[in-house]
């Protein structure tokens, strides 16, 4: 390391000791950078968030809170979590925030551990109608600990039923509702939730994990001021590090608190907080809300393309980063779909549709997101020709190779990890 100190990644010092790793870090950078990125819950982080991530604060251990440690040392990645408690607050307009989940699924887990006992009722919404795994997944703790009751989307309209949302509520009597999703195109009525949630006397648990980032750059209403909790990933629509985080009213701050330590989780990963720390103050900015619209507006553009190719938006198209497409017009599945794609260059996911009759290894759909290729710097023209790239994939496995070369050439001007972005 010579005499300079050594902050941060140094990737020829890896290459050196473990060239056997060093080469997955530069396959994985080849991979992403050979092929357009559409999943809709990823995004690339800034190179800032990679170097707070890569940092030595992975090695302190830090139980407790900013100033209520249960290990000495800790005055220093204090104010790392200080800044990323702030930040969010700040950032979400929130009473509370809590920063240390490790994920999103943890960040749910604290949130529900908080707000119910073992074998409470909650009211969720169903998987194959786009909820997600831990709103209650027979497979997953939330299925198996709690009572849970689902709502899905209407058959005609494929939007949420909020009149069905309103007659389970009354009928159960939950003590948690939850709303948010990990694949609904649309806009989510949280006033109407908060509505159902008053009138029954339960708590509103917002997941916004997809939607956070387009929150926090103001492209879509917030669900801040009508949740008593949200809970997020760090590492969707948001661009920074994989991590949850929790944001709450002031009256559930102590209960949210010791719900993720020490009931769910034992040491902060005090780096990923730093690293949320940029990634907060980089959402803070105005080109991120620049950024946050101009993924709207490509989903859009994505969406409107593949519907000109035949190819139907479920709900008729998007309000957010996501679109999810029903195949059967085309007479392809969603796992079809997914290797055709992958095939000509382009990663997405096959996704059961409301209503699917196919099983989840099949599905009848998949699902588009733009945060990635809009990181990218691709923009409204560069999305309609990935929209038709994307069908012409889909129905002709035969044109892979040539897909793959227009896919270059959009790639070739629009790189991630080449310049600052
Ligand atoms: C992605 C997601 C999660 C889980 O996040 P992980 O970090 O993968 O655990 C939770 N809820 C919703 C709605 C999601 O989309």
Request: aromatic content about 6%; charged content about 20%; hydrophobic content about 45%.
């Given at each position: 390391m010579g005499g300079q100190p050594y902050y941060g990644p140094d990737f020829g010092l890896l290459q050196r000791q473990d060239p056997e790793l060093a080469q997955v870090l530069l396959d994985e950078l080849d991979r992403i950078r050979g092929g357009i990125q559409l999943i809709a819950g990823e995004n690339f982080t800034s190179p800032a968030v990679l170097a707070a991530l890569g940092s030595t604060l992975t090695n302190k251990y830090a139980e407790g809170y900013?100033?209520?440690?249960?290990?000495?040392?800790?005055?220093?990645?204090?104010?790392?979590?200080?800044?990323?408690?702030?930040?969010?607050?700040?950032?979400?307009?929130?009473?509370?925030?809590n920063v240390q989940p490790h994920s999103g699924a943890s960040a749910n887990l604290a949130a529900y551990a908080a707000l119910l006992q073992p074998d409470d009722t909650m009211l969720a919404m169903a998987l194959p109608h786009g909820g997600h795994l831990t709103h209650g997944s027979k497979v997953n703790f939330s299925g198996r600990w709690f009572d849970v009751v689902s709502y899905g989307v209407r058959r005609d309209s494929e939007l949420i039923d909020y009149d069905e949302v309103r007659d389970l509520a009354l009928r159960h009597q939950p003590k948690v509702i939850v709303c948010g999703a990990t694949a609904y195109p649309r806009l989510i009525d949280y006033a109407a939730f908060r509505g159902i949630a008053d009138e029954v006397g339960a708590w509103l648990l917002a997941d916004v994990a997809h939607p956070a980032g387009l929150m926090a750059g103001r492209a879509i209403p917030s669900a801040v001021p009508y949740a008593d909790v949200v809970t997020l990933t760090t590492h969707k629509a948001l661009r920074g590090p994989r991590g949850g985080a929790i944001l709450c009213t002031a009256e559930l701050a102590r209960k949210i608190d010791r719900a993720v330590f020490p009931f769910v989780q034992g040491g902060p990963l005090m780096h990923a907080i730093a690293a949320k720390a940029v990634a907060f103050g980089e959402a803070m900015r105005p080109e991120f809300a620049d950024y946050a619209r101009r993924v709207v507006a490509n989903a859009q553009a994505l969406t409107d393309a593949l519907a000109d190719e035949g190819m139907r938006p479920v709900s008729g198209g998007t309000d957010t980063h996501l679109a999810l497409i029903d195949l059967r017009g085309a007479g392809v599945s969603g796992a079809e779909a997914e290797s055709r794609c992958a095939a000509a260059g382009i990663t997405l996911n096959r996704n059961v549709i409301p209503y699917d009759p196919e099983p989840p290894a099949v599905t009848s759909g998949m699902r588009v997101g733009t945060p990635c290729a809009t990181t990218q710097g691709m923009g409204l023209q560069e999305l309609k020709e990935v929209g038709s790239l994307v069908a012409r994939a889909v129905r002709h496995p035969g044109a892979a190779a040539e897909i793959r070369e227009r896919v270059a050439a959009l790639l070739a001007i629009?790189?991630?990890?080449?310049?600052?972005f």
């Amino acid at each position: 390391m010579g005499g300079q100190p050594y902050y941060g990644p140094d990737f020829g010092l890896l290459q050196r000791q473990d060239p056997e790793l060093a080469q997955v870090l530069l396959d994985e950078l080849d991979r992403i950078r050979g092929g357009i990125q559409l999943i809709a819950g990823e995004n690339f982080t800034s190179p800032a968030v990679l170097a707070a991530l890569g940092s030595t604060l992975t090695n302190k251990y830090a139980e407790g809170y900013p100033g209520r440690r249960y290990y000495g040392g800790c005055e220093v990645v204090d104010r790392a979590e200080l800044l990323a408690v702030q930040r969010a607050r700040e950032l979400f307009g929130a009473e509370h925030a809590n920063v240390q989940p490790h994920s999103g699924a943890s960040a749910n887990l604290a949130a529900y551990a908080a707000l119910l006992q073992p074998d409470d009722t909650m009211l969720a919404m169903a998987l194959p109608h786009g909820g997600h795994l831990t709103h209650g997944s027979k497979v997953n703790f939330s299925g198996r600990w709690f009572d849970v009751v689902s709502y899905g989307v209407r058959r005609d309209s494929e939007l949420i039923d909020y009149d069905e949302v309103r007659d389970l509520a009354l009928r159960h009597q939950p003590k948690v509702i939850v709303c948010g999703a990990t694949a609904y195109p649309r806009l989510i009525d949280y006033a109407a939730f908060r509505g159902i949630a008053d009138e029954v006397g339960a708590w509103l648990l917002a997941d916004v994990a997809h939607p956070a980032g387009l929150m926090a750059g103001r492209a879509i209403p917030s669900a801040v001021p009508y949740a008593d909790v949200v809970t997020l990933t760090t590492h969707k629509a948001l661009r920074g590090p994989r991590g949850g985080a929790i944001l709450c009213t002031a009256e559930l701050a102590r209960k949210i608190d010791r719900a993720v330590f020490p009931f769910v989780q034992g040491g902060p990963l005090m780096h990923a907080i730093a690293a949320k720390a940029v990634a907060f103050g980089e959402a803070m900015r105005p080109e991120f809300a620049d950024y946050a619209r101009r993924v709207v507006a490509n989903a859009q553009a994505l969406t409107d393309a593949l519907a000109d190719e035949g190819m139907r938006p479920v709900s008729g198209g998007t309000d957010t980063h996501l679109a999810l497409i029903d195949l059967r017009g085309a007479g392809v599945s969603g796992a079809e779909a997914e290797s055709r794609c992958a095939a000509a260059g382009i990663t997405l996911n096959r996704n059961v549709i409301p209503y699917d009759p196919e099983p989840p290894a099949v599905t009848s759909g998949m699902r588009v997101g733009t945060p990635c290729a809009t990181t990218q710097g691709m923009g409204l023209q560069e999305l309609k020709e990935v929209g038709s790239l994307v069908a012409r994939a889909v129905r002709h496995p035969g044109a892979a190779a040539e897909i793959r070369e227009r896919v270059a050439a959009l790639l070739a001007i629009h790189q991630p990890y080449l310049s600052e972005f």
